[in-house]
């Protein structure tokens, strides 16, 4: 069993930073690609951005230049630094983690449960 828990989101003004966090814990060999994705309501669950073992990463064009992914492999956790919100970003942000599990080797692929972030004033 691989879990993963979030945090970070919440309500920010427009403008503003918020910084999410997600920590995988459990039965975990390895992990491989973390990433996060955002379903705002009444759309379907996106892609924001994913990072590599390597640190090697992708971003959804929309948040290009705003938003930053990092993870710290020792504490099997990702991070998405979100600047210069507006509206747009409002959703619930869920983190995706796939690798390995310790038993058996067999692959993984788990979703946290999902954290508010609104952007109002």
């Known amino acids: 069993q691989v879990q993963l828990v979030e945090s970070g989101g919440g309500l920010v003004q427009p403008g503003g930073s918020l910084r999410l966090s997600c920590a995988a814990s459990?039965?975990?060999?390895?992990?491989?690609?973390m990433g996060w994705y955002r379903q705002a309501p009444g759309k379907e669950r996106e892609l924001v951005a994913i990072i590599s073992p390597g640190g090697s990463t992708n971003y959804a064009d929309s948040v290009k230049g705003r938003f930053t992914i990092s993870r710290d492999n020792a504490k099997k956790t990702v991070y998405l630094q979100m600047n210069s919100l507006d509206s747009d970003v409002t959703a619930v942000y869920h983190c995706?983690?796939?690798?390995?599990?310790?038993?058996?080797?067999?692959?993984?692929?788990?979703w946290g449960q999902g954290t508010q972030v609104t952007v109002s004033s």
């Open positions: 995706n983690v796939d690798g390995r599990v310790a038993a058996s080797r067999a692959p993984f692929r788990s």
């Open positions: 459990g039965s975990i060999f390895s992990i491989n690609v």
